[in-house]
């Protein structure tokens, strides 16, 4: 590629990449020398650039976020993941950008709370709905799922976005 086309690459499509690509455009630009200073979206995302949290096996994420929990230090987190096979740039590059990943998860369960809530309350309407149970017994019973799928959601994303906190607070 041009260094233009990885300029390109690394400024409008890095979402896009699987964490192998983003190690190796980094890589690359690194090699080549390319000045990537002038790119705001760029510059968010440089700690950011190797690291695709969607594309790192769920165990690890696990790992990192017990570990979190516990108050455990960058470094022995890093020495687990140095056991576990991982580079030592990657895993340094996925304990920087594990506060962004939460701040997403965060806000994820956010929206998981604010669709339970709208289905909760969509279940309570339908359910005290003048209604015969005769005639209309799968509208009610699609009030009461929703009630309960509502209810869920709601105690689901509350309780994963305490244990965020908690840890964006460590």
């Known amino acids: 590629m041009t260094d233009g086309a990885l300029k390109k690459l690394a400024t409008t499509e890095l979402h896009e990449l699987t964490t192998e690509a983003r190690v190796i455009l980094k890589k690359e630009i ?4 390319i000045d990537l200073s002038n790119s705001d979206e760029f510059q968010e995302q440089q700690n950011y ?3 695709n949290f969607n594309h790192i096996e769920k165990h690890i994420i696990q790992y990192i976020s017990d570990q979190k929990l ?6 022995y987190i890093l020495g687990g993941l140095l056991e576990r096979g991982i580079e030592e740039n990657t895993a340094a590059d996925i304990i920087n950008s594990f ?6 998860r965060k806000n994820k369960m956010s929206q998981i709370i604010l669709t339970g809530t709208l289905q909760l309350f969509s279940g309570l309407a339908i359910i005290e709905l003048p209604l015969r149970k005769e005639t209309q017994l799968a509208v009610i019973i699609i009030g009461y799922s929703l009630l309960i ?8 994303g509350m309780m994963n976005k305490r244990k965020i906190t908690k840890m964006l607070k460590l």
Do not use: Q, T, W
């Open 70 to 75: 516990k108050n455990e230090s960058d470094a």
């Open 99 to 104: 506060p962004k990943y939460l701040e997403e």
């Open 49 to 51: 650039l190797s690291i």
């Open 149 to 156: 799928l509502g209810a869920f959601r709601v105690f689901h």
């Open 30 to 33: 690194e090699k080549r020398k």
